[in-house]
Each structure stands twice: as C-alpha cells, then as structure tokens.
C-alpha cells in the first residue's frame, strides 16, 4: 500500500513515515495508509500558505464561489463512495455518513455565495467632513485542526469560511480519520487555487503543535476537541513572541435534554434516542443528561428502554445497522470507565452497556449504549464529557428543578427541552445557558448556514458557519476619510 501525500504548496509530499488508517468496525480491515507530516514539513505549509495568501486575498469574489461551488459540487457528486469511506474509518452508519457528507456539500456552497455578499458598512462621523468605512479583510494564514467525530462536516465548516473570506489555510485532520480529510484536500487541489492557499498536514497535534500553533506567519486557529487540548492551544497561542493568533475553540459539552410532564412523549423519546445515542454519542451536542420531571418520568425511560431494545448494534456500513462502533480502543476504554463510574456511583443501569469484541465474527469495538436511570446532576459521570453512548437520566420535581439542573453544568454548548406549553418552552429558551436551545428537536444535528457554537466551558470566541463565521475568518478595518 502506497501511503496517501501531505499537500503541501500545491504538491503532494509523502511523509518521512506513515500510519494505517483501521477499520473500527472491523479492526482487521486496513482502509489505507496516511503519511504524517514532520513538523518541518508543517512549517513548509505555513510558509506556503503565507506566500499564496496576498494572492488568494486578492482574487476576484467570483473566483472564490466558483471554487468553492466546484468543491460542494464534487462532494455532492460523489457523496455515496464518501460516505463509504466514512463509515468505514469512522464507524458511522451509513445513513447518518450520507447526511454528514450532504451537510458538507451544503456548507461548500453556502460559502461560495459568503464570498460574493461580503460587505461593509458607512457610518456618519461626528466630525464635520468625515466619512466612516468598515470593511473586512482575510486574517491572513489559518491554521484548522479538526476533531475525528465529523471527518468530513467539520473539516468543511472550517474550510470554506476560511477560503471564501480569502484567507489560506494549513488543514490539519485528526489522526483517526485521514481519509475523509485526505478525499476532500484532493478536491480541493482541482479547484483552482492557487497554489499554497490550502494545505493538507496529516499527523498528530503534538507534533504539528509548532508549527500550526507557534509560527508567527499563523494569524489564526480554529480548533474543535478536547477542553483540555483547548485550553493548552489557546494559552500557547498568546504566549508565543510578537503577535499573538486569534484563536477559536468548540470543545466539550454535557447537554442537557429537558423533558417536562407536558411533552409529547414519542417526540421527547425520538430527541433523546437521537441526540444521546445516535453516531454512537460520539458528538459534543450530544444529550448525555435526560432531566425528566416526576410526572412522567417512568412512562419516559418505559419508552426509551422500548426504543433502545430496537437499535441494531453492528457494522457501520451493514444494511440496517443504527449504532456503530465506538472510534477506537482508548474512546471505548473511556466509556468503559465511565459506564463502571456511574454503577459505582450508585446510578442503576436500565439498558445496554455490553461491550462487544467481536460481532457476527469482526473484530471490532462494539459497545451497546448505556442508558442509566437514578442518577443526580452531582454524580461525576453526569458532570463530565464522555464522548459515548452513555447518558443519566435525572430525576426532577419539576419545571423549575429542571431548569436549574440543566443549568447546572460547567458546559453550555447545546440543550434541549420538550415541552407542549409555549409559555415554559419560551422560558426555557430564555433561561437556558446555552449557545443552542432546542424546543421538541433533538440538542444534536445544526444546520449549514446558521451560527454554531456554546457557552462556558464549551466554547471560546466567536461563531463557527454560516454568516456569523465572518466573526472569526476576517479581520475589521475603519477607515477614516476626510473629503
Ligand atoms: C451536530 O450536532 O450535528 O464535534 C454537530 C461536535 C460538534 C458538531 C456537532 N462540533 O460534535
């Protein structure tokens, strides 16, 4: 097997090694060999990129929509051999990898129109002959590390903001998942760029950290994963000598889903099932806290455990399959841990929790959602991030109860409520600490072209998609003018 290039100033540059991209459904099957960067190879992107920027920069606004439309083109074109692909390295059934990679195609030509409505604005001035202008300009250099949970959708939220606002880009993908990354940089190098304004580095965050990181040519860093690499980012990010890089992290969250004794109960059932176990609970919008009123509360987890009974646990890619495997062996050592914290926590477990090392004769890691029922809002396993199919459902007197555990949370990013009552539903969207409230609709699964991002410790500095990514990708310049 040959191993897929770095791109690297328009070319394709292997790396001084190599690493197999595996299979968590089948742990057998090798899906391809990716090279990973050296970080002195990192540092010939950023120079790259720097170099092509001004160019870029400089393009005219069509020049940019057509490239981007060809990339959201091409992904839409292609989506079934990519959404393969992604289920494959992923573990993402097929069903759920086609949207992702349908999302990924909106978000391209979403962004093509971005770069031909990009504007300014007059202001009067409270001088007497004077104008006011404000304009927006490319960043410059961006560096976009992206996490393994969305190795298609994230990578292109990132990009295509980052290009259709003129700025180039060092693309750095997770290490698990090269191979979405690696299909959509080839995309990208046959759109018409010029060459150095988008450049592929494969490898791991520590090692490429230096480089995407440090150089003073990055102007900016948008990452989405762990709080704690998060927060090492960004401290490193203004520690380094000269100017410092603006810096844009999505990181953990610990949603809460509400459901109140009004709610519909097959819509409140559908939300949790979808946004706590669905891509294996591997999404930081996932609800991983059911906070349940006492009015309904047993009828709920009769309901959801019904539901549960039903999901297929399998290969991503099988026909039928609606859960897949966790990404790998440390994430399933994680939730393993988690599942073992909750019992000893004292929390019951109402359904699933098995961990599979093989199925129908793969080798794979298979694990069936945990669903935990007598649990608080104090327990550990409810208080921190697992990235897993495991949720608590917690017990509450009531609507105000609700909220306030909701609340409850070092985190911010999504919640939800399910509620038929317009007047609590606008309460809670309201009162609710989050970047996203979700009435009747799962806290999981956004939009393309509408703001994304948290509160808290979720999140730190601005929107990520749609016209709010103009927040992050472009720089504000005022221009006084006497005439
Ligand atoms: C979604 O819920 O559809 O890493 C998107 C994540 C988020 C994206 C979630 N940044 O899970």
Request: aromatic residues 6%; contains cysteine; proline residues 6%.
């Amino acid at each position: 097997m040959k191993p897929h290039a770095n791109y690297i100033g328009g070319a394709w540059v292997p790396g001084p090694d190599a690493a197999e991209n595996i299979n968590p459904s089948d742990t057998r099957d090798v899906v391809g060999l990716y090279a990973r960067a050296s970080l002195e190879q990192a540092h010939d992107a950023v120079a790259a990129a720097a170099a092509a920027q001004p160019r870029w920069a400089a393009s005219l606004p069509q020049q940019r929509a057509d490239a981007l439309d060809f990339i959201g083109r091409e992904i839409e074109q292609r989506g079934p051999e990519l959404a393969d692909l992604l289920a494959r390295e992923e573990g993402k059934p097929l069903a759920e990898a086609r949207g992702e990679v349908q999302r990924a195609a909106h978000i391209f030509r979403f962004f093509a129109g971005e770069a031909l409505r990009a504007g300014g604005e007059l202001l009067p001035s409270t001088r007497a002959g004077l104008a006011v202008e404000i304009t927006r300009e490319p960043v410059g250099v961006v560096s976009l590390i992206t996490p393994w949970n969305f190795p298609i959708a994230i990578p292109a939220w990132k990009i295509a903001p980052a290009l259709a606002h003129g700025n180039a880009v060092v693309f750095k993908p997770a290490e698990l998942v090269p191979g979405c990354a690696w299909a959509l940089a080839e995309i990208i190098s046959r759109a018409g760029l010029p060459a150095g304004a988008f450049n592929l580095v494969m490898g791991s965050g520590r090692a490429l950290g230096p480089a995407l990181i440090d150089d003073a040519q990055v102007a900016a860093v948008s990452f989405t994963g762990s709080e704690a690499t998060g927060r090492q980012l960004a401290a490193r990010a203004v520690a380094r000598p000269g100017a410092m890089a603006r810096v844009q992290l999505e990181m953990g969250g610990k949603n809460p889903l509400v459901v109140l004794d009004d709610a519909d109960l097959d819509v409140a059932v559908a939300c949790a099932l979808n946004g706590a176990f669905f891509s294996t609970g591997q999404r930081c919008t996932a609800s991983s806290r059911l906070v349940v009123t006492a009015g309904i509360h047993d009828r709920f987890v009769d309901a959801l455990v019904a539901r549960l009974q039903g999901l297929v646990l399998g290969d991503a890619r099988k026909p039928g399959t609606t859960v897949g495997p966790v990404v790998d062996a440390t994430q399933l050592q994680q939730d393993l841990k988690y599942i073992a914290l909750a019992r000893s926590e004292g929390a019951e477990l109402a359904f699933g929790g098995q961990h599979h090392a093989e199925l129908e004769g793969q080798p794979g890691h298979y694990l069936m959602p945990a669903l935990f029922i007598h649990s608080t809002n104090t327990m550990r396993f409810n208080r921190e991030e697992i990235f897993g199919p495991v949720a608590g459902v917690i017990r509450v007197a009531d609507a105000d109860e609700a909220l306030a555990v909701a609340n409850d949370t070092a985190y911010g990013l999504s919640a939800g409520v399910c509620t038929t009552s317009l007047k609590t539903a606008a309460h809670f969207k309201r009162q609710l600490q989050a970047g996203m409230v979700m009435v009747n609709a799962p806290t999981a699964g956004v939009d393309p072209h509408v703001p994304f991002g948290g509160r808290k410790a979720s999140s730190h500095g601005p929107r990520e998609q749609g016209r709010y990514a103009a927040e992050f990708y472009t720089v504000v310049k005022t221009a006084y003018v006497a005439a």
